[in-house]
C-alpha cells in the first residue's frame, strides 16, 4: 500500500515511518527540509497545491501529522489565526488533493484538546462527549475535524480522526521530558496528595494503532480516541518513571489548593490547574471497531523511554567533556603555532594573487551552514565543487597549493573554528553546502547529529580516495564508536599520516 505520511520528521513521524516500512508498506515521506528519511519528499510549503498533487500521484492512504502544536507562552489572540490558517485551511486542502489523486483514506491526528482540558473525576471522555476547547489549538483542531467529516460525508472519501493524550517514548520533548529531567535527579515532587487520573499513549502504541487503520480500513469515517489504556495519578506517574529512569523518588504531602494558591502567586494558574486534574480518555470503542489491543504496557513504554533517556543524557555528558577538550586543545595550538600560521600566510600571499584565507560554505551540526577558513591552496575563481569533482584538479593548484594540501597546512586555519564551537578536533569533514548526495546520506545515518571536526575516522581510512557511500560508513562508525578514547587514537593516527602524506590525492 502507498502510504503519505505529512510532519515525518517530527517525534510521531519518524516512529510511524519506521513500523509502516517494517510492516512491508511503501511510505513517501513528506518533510519541509532533508531529514534523510528513506524516499522522502521535500515540500517546503504545504499550501503549494499545484507541488502537492503533482507528489500525492498514486497515493492510497494519506496520514496527516504536520500541524502548528500547542505552546503554553502563545498569545491567543495574536496566535488564533496561525493555527486555523495550519491546523485546519492545510488540513482540509490537503484531503482535497488527496482524494483528488485518488486516495481512499485519510487519517487525521487531532489532539484530546478539542474535548477540553480536565475530565470529571471517574468519567473519562468518549466519542459521545461535547466538545468545549479552551485554547486557539484546541479550537482549530476541532474545526478541522468537523470540516473533514463533512468533507467526507459529501465526497464519499473514508476519514479516520484520531484524538490521543499525552504521547511519550523516545525522543519526546517539552512537559514530559522536563519531568523526566526533574525526577533523574531524585527531586521532590508535590503531588502525594494528588488524586487525579490522567491518560497517556506511548507512540509505538499509536504507531500500531494508526497501522490497524490503514490495514483495516473503515467502512464509513469516524473519531476515536486511543490511549495505553490504563490511567496513572500524578503521584503514580512519578513513582513509575523514577522506578524506569532508577531513581529515588520523594513526594511530598502538599494540599490542592495551597499548590493552586502558589500557581495563581506565579501567575501560572491555568497551568497548574491543569497538572492537578484529570484528563481521562475511554478508547474501547475504537479497540472494539478495530480489533486492537495496545501492544506495549505502559511500564514497558516508560522503561523504553527511559533508555532512550539515559542514551541521550550520555551523549549530552559526552559532548559536554569533548567541548572542553576542544576549547583547551585549539587554545594551546593557536598559542603554538601563531608563529607557523604568520609563515604560510606570507608564503600563500606571495606565491598567488588573492586572499590568504579562502572561506566556504560547509554543513555543520543539524545541517547548519557556517563559514569554515582555509589556506587558499587553489587559483582564484576554481569551481566550488568537491576536489574529486575537478576535471583537472593540479591545474587549479596555486604554486604552494599542493605542498599545502598534501602537508595539511591549509586546514590551520580551522583551529579558530574548532575554538568557536562550530566545528571540533574530531569529527565528520564538513561537506559544502551543495554536496547533497553526501548530506543525505549523513541525514539519513544520524550524521548529522555530530559536529563536524578537522580530522575524522574517514580521514584516516582514506580521505580523498572514499567513495561517498563508504566515507558515510565510517561516518557512521564514528558515530557508534565516540569517545574520548577513540578521538585521542584519530588524532595520533592523523598525525604519522599527516607526517607520512597518505591517502592525499590532490
Known sequence: MNIHISGASGFVGRALCADLINRGHRVVPWVRKPSGLNSECVLPDLFNVRAVEEVLNGCDVFVHLAARVHQMGDDPGQSRAQYQLVNKELTISLARAALKAGAKHFIFMSSVKVVGETSPPGKPFNEEISCYPEDPYGQSKLDAERELLDFA??????????????????????????????????????????????????????????????????????????????????????????????????????????????????????????LLGSLQINSSAFCTDFDWTPPTTLEDGFDDTANWFHKQRRIKRMNRIKRVTDLLLSTIALCLLFIPLIVVALMVKLTSRGPVLYWSDRVGIRNSIFRMPKFRSMKVGTPVVATHLLQSPDAHLTPIGGFLRLSSLDELPQLWCVFNGTMSWVGPRPALYNQDDLIFLRTRCGVDSLVPGVTGWAQINGRDELEIPVKVQYDREYLERRSLVFDIKILIQTFVKVVARKNVAH
Not at 523516545?170 to 490522567?198: E, Q
Not at 494503532?209 to 490511549?227: D, H, K, M, Q, T
Open 153 to 274: 460525508s459529501k465526497s464519499g472519501m473514508v476519514v479516520t480522526i484520531l484524538r490521543p493524550p499525552l504521547i511519550y517514548g523516545p525522543g519526546v520533548k517539552a512537559n514530559f521530558l522536563s519531568l523526566m529531567n526533574w525526577l533523574s535527579y531524585s527531586l521532590p515532587m508535590p503531588f502525594r496528595l494528588i488524586k487525579n487520573k490522567r491518560s497517556f499513549l506511548y507512540v509505538g502504541n499509536l504507531t500500531s494503532a494508526i497501522a490497524r487503520c490503514i490495514e483495516v480500513l473503515p467502512r464509513g469515517s469516524g473519531l476515536y480516541f486511543v490511549s495505553d489504556g490504563f490511567d496513572l495519578s500524578s503521584h503514580e506517574l512519578g513513582r513509575v518513571l523514577c522506578k524506569s529512569i532508577g531513581s529515588a523518588y520523594l513526594s511530598l504531602p502538599i494540599p490542592a489548593f495551597f499548590l493552586k494558591f502558589l500557581g495563581m502567586c506565579l501567575g501560572k494558574g491555568p497551568q497548574i490547574s491543569r
